[in-house]
DNA sequence: TATTGTTATACTCTATAACTATA
DNA sequence: TATAGTTATAGAGTATAACAATA
């Protein structure tokens, strides 16, 4: 197969695909809801705890690209069901770093999330070379919305 | 080893990383609001019956992974500005279909949607193989959201 | 009786603005 | 004066439920 990079015309026809189907998947992902009645952003910044350790509220906003208030909120949400705990910065008082309790662990690791266990469910119905190609989007998707 | 699959372990950290990765593109394509006071809902439903011509709520909505009420109210809104009309269905009387007037079809082809012309922009930023490479994703995305 | 669409209402998620506290 | 976080409010986007009209 030949390289040809794609013109700016043929890619305009590929803008509209492209934000339909993230809303569709959004959509999606928001009505599979089970036992578990965590969203898609307390979800992400239980996974982000859980993989980075402790964060403020600032460090998680930018890193899922959301004002601070918003992130605060999620962060009340989430405390308010003990699945995050705050704790006090060591040199900044005005800072609060949050982090990952055992019981939000617990909720991570259980069966019982619906919006996890459907799309990976789903991931792993696709063909090895379409999973390949799915993952390898997710860095330029976020490339895409740091630009 | 010829083919790797994928575990179903190893999916399971993408899994995270898709959503936020998804949520932060629509964030982003939400907050980039120029002349254009269109939402991506709006867009999505204008260059559909730009490319299929004149379609029934329940179809739009189908395609849109969307509830026909919901749906309703974004045609509503189109409707509202003049950039989709409505006419009878030929044979079923409590079908309408929805078509995209001439001042829709401006708008789709005019400079000044900011939130298209971002996405295009940061698409063309990619290099040749990471733009075949997302492209690629999108269908995927679609079977997810259909599965 | 089933389907298409409308109307009314409520909920989820995120943003903006104003404020407090610490640096 | 600048930064981190909180509180209050508003808005966009979508869903659910109840209804009307047509099939």
Do not use: C, Y
């Not at 803008?15 to 959004?26: D, K």
């Not at 992902?29 to 979800?43: A, P």
Request: charged share 25%; glycine share 8%; hydrophobic share 35%.
């Amino acid at each position: 197969m030949v390289k040809t990079p794609r013109s700016q015309a043929s890619m305009a026809s590929s803008v509209n695909e492209l934000t339909t189907a993230v809303g569709q998947l959004l959509r999606r992902l928001r009505s599979e809801t089970g036992t578990d009645e965590l969203n898609l952003s307390q979800l992400g910044v239980l996974g982000r705890l859980d993989q980075q350790g402790p964060m403020t509220t600032a460090d998680l906003a930018r890193a899922e690209s959301m004002k601070p208030q918003s992130m605060g909120t999620i962060l009340a949400s989430l405390e308010q069901e003990g699945l995050v705990e705050r704790n006090p910065h060591p040199s900044d008082g005005r800072q609060v770093l949050f982090a990952m309790t055992g019981k939000g662990a617990d909720v991570r690791r259980k069966r019982g999330n619906a919006k996890r266990e459907w799309l990976l469910a789903a991931l792993m119905q696709l063909e090895p070379d379409e999973q390949r190609t799915l993952l390898d989007a997710i860095p330029l998707i976020k490339r895409l919305s740091e630009s």
